[in-house]
C-alpha cells in the first residue's frame, strides 16, 4: 500500500507540474502577443507579389514605441470602420487568440497588412500610373516592373495618420478607398516572413 500511495502521489505531482507549465506557457503567450510580437497570416492577395496567400509573418508590437513610422514600412492596422464585437465566452477567445497569435490558423478580418506610402503632412497622388509625393514620383522597389497604381486626387495625409497601400495595385483596397488610417490603428510593423520554411525573409 506505501508503494501505491507514493507512486499516486508522484503522478498527481507530475499532472501538477504539467498544469503548472501549460498556464505558464499560456501567460507567456498571451503577453507576447499583447505586448512584444505577434505572428499574421496573410489571407488575401492585396500584398502580392512579396507575400502570398497563406504567408505568416512576425509583427514587432515595439517598433513604433521606438519609432514613428517610415515610408515602406509593413505595417498591419486595425480594419477601418471596424468589425462585430466578439461575444464568444472568454475561454473560447483566449484559446483562438493564442492559436493565431503564433500563426497556426487565419485571424479574423479585423486586420489589414499594407505598405505605408506617404507620412503625416506629405501631399500624395496617383497620376500617370505613379505615385507621387509632394509632386515627385515615388521609387517603389518592391513593385514588380511595369506596376501602374490607378488615379487618385491629391491628398495632403492628415497629422497622426498614414497612407497605406497594397502593392498588388490592381487588387487592394486600401487608402485610395477608405483613406489615411490612424496611427492608434496600428498594431505593428512586419519585419519578418516566417512560413513558408523555404521562402523565410526579412521583410
Known sequence: MIGS???QSRVLQVVRELAILV???LVIA???KSFVAQAFYIPSGSML???QIDDRVVVSKISY???DP???DIVVFDAPGGGPKDSSPLPERVVRSIIQS???SAPSTDEYIKRVVALPGERVEGRGGKVLVEGRELVEPYLPKGTTTSEFPAVVVPPGTLWVMGDNRGNS????TFGAVAQSTVVGRAFARVWPLNHTSFL
Not at 483596397?173 to 485610395?176: C, F, I, Y
Request: charge should be positive.
Open 173 to 176: 483596397a486600401d487608402s485610395r
Open 65 to 67: 514605441r521606438i519609432h
Open 102 to 104: 503564433i500563426g497556426l
Open 5 to 7: 500511495d507514493r507512486q
Open 70 to 72: 517610415h515610408r515602406g
Open 23 to 25: 498556464v505558464t506557457a
Open 30 to 32: 498571451v503577453v507576447v
Open 49 to 51: 507579389p512579396q507575400l
